[in-house]
Every structure is written in C-alpha cells, then in structure tokens.
C-alpha cells in the first residue's frame, strides 16, 4: 500500500508539473531591447506609415493634392526625410491612401521635419485642404528588419501588397527569429519590399510589403514557395503568433518611388 501511495503520488506529481508546463512560458532573460535585436543597425532611419481613409466623392482631388505637394518634401534637401512610396489600396478597405516615409537619423530627423513643416506655409494650407477630405487617418512610426531587404525605388508597373500581422505580445523575438529564416525563400523573384516591426502606434505590429507584375504573378509565387523544403514549417511555427492579419493589394500614385 505504501509503495501503491508513492507510485500514485509521483504520477500525480508529473502530472501538475506537465499541466503547469502548458500555462507558463519561459522566456530567456533578455539584456536589450527588442529593437536593438531586430533592427537594422547600420542605418539609423525611422519610418512613418500613414494611412488615411478618404471620402468617397474626394478620393481624386486627394489623390491630385498628394501628388502636387508630398513631391516638394520628398525632393527638398533641407527635409532629411524621403517618400518610399505612395498608395492607394486596390483590394481591401476602399477610398484609402497609404503613404511609407523614411527619416534619416531616426527620431532627431523626424523632430526636424516636423518642426520645419510646422512654419511651412504651403503645408500648413496643404494639411488644412487635405483634413476635409478625410473620414479618418492613423500613423505609426516603424523600424525595419534588419534581415529584410532596404526598400529601394523600383521601376513599374507593380502592384503592392501590404500585409500587417497584429503578433501575440512577447513574440516579436520568435517572429524575427523565424522570418530571419523564411525571407529566404521569398527572394527569387525580387518581390521583397520591406518588413517592419512598430515602435508608436499599436504595437506588436509587423507589415511586411511585396511587389508583384499582377495578382496571378503573386498567386504564382506564393504557391511556389510551398514546394521549397523548409518553407511549411516555418509557416507552422508562425502561424500561433499572430492574433490578426490584414492583406492590402495597393496600386502606387505617378509620384511613388516604388511604381
């Protein structure tokens, strides 16, 4: 009986312990923050994503706004900031606009061009004209993978897809440790864009931004991928760690550095 009470306890025992194993995550004690692990530490820049949901009846004055004014910020050397690209999403919420800039030097360079901005009279009327003809906008200012490719303007006609993962908190390290891996696969035909992780705004959030010929080119090389060994179970161990996703096919402006 003694020994039955020992063998019952035990088996007991490894049973809490295996039950307790799937409710607490260890995490390795970290010493930097996860910006300082995942991004580029060669460059210093800092980019802002904007995204602004226009008015139906006001989507080509907009669009005719933007394409008058952002080109002057883009190409004026006293701004240290640069338009990467400008869109307009295609497939996705409609009448929208989305806009990627660079800062070069980080938060000291965004600081700079705001305040510049702020005594720039054409701006100022730019901003006032643009604000009646949106519904709503959102930003957030972003940090590049430092795995992924330098987003570089390109010569058209492309489409865009921009793809945002909302992550679980306290993966981004396995997001990065994986898809440090996964963009390997994803490069034989140069559609890698850029990959970003948020900083400002809501947080946990990583965009990821493809280009492509035309939706069948995509479809095209998204089912190649599965053919490469390594490329599933990469998507298996990524998968649990996003909580939403969004998909945006986006048709860049005559005046986007990426086209």
């Known amino acids: 009986l003694t020994c039955r009470g020992l063998v019952s306890s035990a088996g007991r025992s490894r049973e809490d312990s295996w039950l307790k194993s799937l409710f607490v995550r260890k995490v390795d004690p970290r ?48 701004y240290p900031c640069a338009l990467v690209g400008t869109w307009n999403t295609w497939y996705g919420e409609q009448d929208q606009a989305v ?11 965004l600081n700079e061009v705001m305040s510049k901005l702020r005594q720039n009279q054409e701006f100022t009327e730019f901003r006032k004209e643009r604000g ?6 959102k930003n957030q200012l972003l940090l590049e993978f430092s795995f992924w490719n330098e987003p570089v303007p390109r010569e058209g006609p492309n489409i865009y897809e921009l793809r945002s993962y909302q992550l679980r908190p306290g993966t981004m390290i396995e997001w990065g440790n994986y898809w440090a891996r996964a963009i390997r696969f994803r490069q034989d035909s140069n559609e890698a864009v ?45 998968v649990p760690l996003i909580q939403e996703m969004e998909s945006r096919i986006m048709i860049p402006l005559k005046i986007s550095p990426l086209q």
């Open 194 to 238: 850029g990959g970003f992780f948020s900083q400002i705004g809501q947080l946990y959030m990583v965009h990821h931004l493809w280009a492509y010929k035309d939706l069948q080119t995509r479809e095209d090389i998204r089912n190649a991928a599965w053919h490469k060994p390594g490329w599933d179970e990469l998507v298996y161990y990524t």
């Open 31 to 78: 010493k930097d923050a996860h910006s300082n692990l995942l991004a580029k530490r060669e460059t210093s820049s800092l980019y802002k994503l904007q995204i602004h949901n226009v008015k139906p009846e006001c989507l080509e004055a907009y669009n005719k706004l933007c394409q008058e004014v952002l080109p002057k910020i883009h190409e004026e050397k006293h």
């Open 132 to 137: 009646n003809m949106l519904l709503s906008r």
């Open 99 to 109: 806009h990627l800039w660079r800062y070069e030097g980080g938060y000291p360079a």
